[in-house]
């Protein structure tokens, strides 16, 4: 059976070697969670590119998805959602899961869809993760499938919490995760844009208005990092009458916090959308 405990080998596989996998086995390294030579990749064979970065690792690359399944205990399913489908299929009558832990990346793929066409055995997890997990800063949520038991759920949230912070959350909230932190980085990357460009309206150089920008933003989510409210820093910057007051103020008066929530909200319901989509065509593909 698979074990949790860091300090034995964990053979770890990708089924897909884009630039998340890439991120996510180097931070399992790092973090001492798996050895190079115990990490396998399947990788297109057009892509040489991410296939030599596993090699740097001192992974393997290979082309072939069944023999990812066949050398690993934890199966991390990190292909398009389109084809999450085709690639479950490849591996599904060729090798027993039993002993395999599936966990899914794929954006909008249901635990309930790929154990349709996994067999009754699998344990699958499914995981919201982010693209700051590319720089070891990722936000991730992970809710666990039927035959996942708490060893499964620990263990996912320790690989992921290897490249960011990770929690579970029940699946009917995936939706509402993906909207927040799955979209999130380009509200933020907006906002910076946004900081900059008011930089440079008042005549500050704009790789330099960039840079203020960039750090601010950095350093005022690091101060949240503790438990502090984000209202209560607020109101530690502004005082009477001064001019962070003004610019919240002119913030408020055009809807910026209803904008921000509003963004989240749209692109949940279109999370949902998508949802319907893939599930339809992944249970055509079982049928």
Do not use: W
Request: hydrophobic fraction near 45%; aromatic fraction near 4%.
């Amino acid at each position: 059976m698979l074990k949790s405990t860091v300090k034995e080998a964990m053979k770890i596989g990708f089924l897909g070697g884009g630039r998340l996998a890439y991120a996510l086995a180097n931070g399992f390294i790092s973090a001492g969670l798996a050895k190079p030579e115990e990490i396998t990749a399947s990788c297109h064979p057009s892509d040489v590119i991410s296939a030599n970065a596993f090699k740097k690792l001192g992974a393997t690359a290979i082309f072939e998805n069944t023999q990812v399944v066949e050398r690993s205990d934890v199966v991390i399913v990190s292909v398009k959602p389109d084809v999450v489908g085709k690639v479950l299929q490849d591996v599904r009558g060729l090798v027993a899961t039993a002993d395999k832990l599936f966990i899914s990346v794929a954006m909008g793929v249901s635990t309930k869809s790929m154990e349709k066409i996994l067999p009754t055995s699998a344990r699958v997890i499914r995981v919201m993760p982010n693209t700051p997990a590319l720089v070891q800063h990722g936000a991730a949520a992970l809710c666990r499938g039927v035959a996942c038991t708490e060893q499964d759920a620990a263990l996912a949230a320790r690989l992921f919490r290897a490249v960011g912070t990770c929690d579970e959350v029940p699946e009917y909230l995936m939706d509402a995760v993906t909207a927040l932190s799955g979209s999130g980085p380009a509200y933020i990357y907006m906002l910076i844009e946004a900081l900059a460009e008011g930089g440079v309206r008042c005549g500050l150089p704009r790789e330099l208005a960039l840079r203020l920008a960039t750090q601010t933003t950095l350093g005022s989510a690091a101060m949240l990092k503790d438990g502090a409210h984000p209202a209560a820093m607020k109101d530690n910057v502004t005082s009477p009458a001064g001019s962070t007051a003004e610019g919240t103020y002119h913030l408020e008066k055009n809807g910026f916090r209803a904008a921000v929530i509003g963004a989240v909200k749209a692109a949940e319901e279109r999370c949902k959308e998508v949802n319907l989509q893939l599930s339809k065509k992944l249970n055509e593909s079982v049928s």
